[in-house]
Every structure is written in structure tokens, then in C-alpha cells.
């Protein structure tokens, strides 16, 4: 029974590590787009920075990408910036991808 339990806890320990992984990967991608976005919409550093971390508060009103897509494109349409919302989706899964591999590399 001892086993089955260290097995259990090495499922949880795991399960555990990956969902916090993935939060880290998640908020990173959307730091990453609030300063993409920020570029676009002509904001210095300071206000890039400040736009950034809305982008990664958004992303806590619900599950999934969708909150942090509507703010961005409600941003960008706001500030007249042209883009489709194919390149915004497209741009969050590079960013994605982008923040997943700095994550890695940091250790």
C-alpha cells in the first residue's frame, strides 16, 4: 500500500508542478502581449510596462485565452491600430510558444 501511495503523491506532485507551469507560461505570454500590443499602440516605456501587467490581470477574469484576447482587440481598436483578429490570435500562440521556452531556459 506504501507504494501505491508514493505513486499517488508523485501523480499529485506532478499534476501540481505542470498546472503551476502553465500559469507561469500563460501570465509570461500575456506580459509578452501587452508589450507587443503596447508597441503598437505608440506607449512608452513606462506606460508599456503599466499596459503589460492589465494584460496579465485580464487574463484572471476567466478560464482560456478569450479575456485576454477581448481586452487586447478592445485596446488596439480604442487606439484605431489596424489588425486582424487572425494576426492578434496568431501573435498570442508565437507568444505562447516565445514564453514557454524562455520559461525553460530560466530553469
Not at 484576447?69 to 491600430?81: E, M, P, Q, Y
Request: aromatic share 6%; net charge negative; glycine share 6%.
Amino acid at each position: 500500500m506504501a507504494t501505491f501511495d508514493k505513486r499517488e503523491d508523485s501523480f499529485e506532485n506532478k499534476f501540481a508542478h505542470d498546472a503551476a507551469l502553465q500559469f507561469k507560461v500563460a501570465a509570461r505570454r500575456n506580459k509578452l502581449l501587452g508589450l507587443w500590443a503596447a508597441g503598437l499602440m505608440g506607449l512608452d516605456a513606462a506606460a508599456a510596462a503599466e499596459y503589460a501587467k492589465s494584460v496579465v490581470v485580464a487574463d484572471l477574469a476567466e478560464a482560456g485565452d478569450e479575456d485576454v484576447f477581448r481586452k487586447v482587440r478592445a485596446d488596439l481598436d480604442a487606439k484605431g491600430v489596424e489588425q486582424s483578429d487572425h494576426q492578434l490570435r496568431r501573435t498570442m500562440d508565437e507568444l505562447m510558444a516565445e514564453a514557454k521556452n524562455q520559461i525553460q531556459t530560466e530553469g
